[in-house]
Nanobody, 123 residues
């Protein structure tokens, strides 16, 4: 059973919206934090947003504040990333990740990763 499964990526024009979903199962079902990272071609993977499953506390990268919203379902087992006002620079593979400590933004703070879903924003 794959612990984190992303869905919802695709191609969208600049200014458009997409919603990503991440379903957690198995060992990630008990992780305190679920988050999103992204990796553009030739660049390092970077933090986008995360949410503490128990309290709903949210954390965002400055580059997406005001445009992206992270949320969870009532069980906390599915996390969403609503992306509005998309820009070409948002083009990347988006990865769901699970971790233990809220408010962290480094890759090493997350110990489970999904396969990734491609988001392409055309100008």
């Amino acid at each position: 059973q794959v612990p984190l499964v992303e869905s919802g990526g695709g191609l969208v024009q600049a200014g458009g919206s997409l919603r990503l979903s991440c379903a957690a199962s198995g060992r990630t079902s008990s992780s305190s934090v679920l988050g999103w990272f992204r990796q553009a071609p030739g660049k390092e993977r970077e933090f986008v947003a995360s949410i503490r499953r128990s309290t709903g506390n949210k954390y965002y990268a400055d580059s997406v504040k005001g445009r992206f919203t992270i949320s969870r379902d009532i069980t906390g087992s599915t996390v969403y990333l609503q992306m509005n006002s998309l820009k070409p620079e948002d083009t990347a593979v988006y990865y769901c990740a699970a971790g233990a400590l809220p408010g962290r933004t480094y890759l090493e703070d997350f110990d489970s990763w999904g396969q990734g879903t491609q988001v392409t924003v055309s100008s």
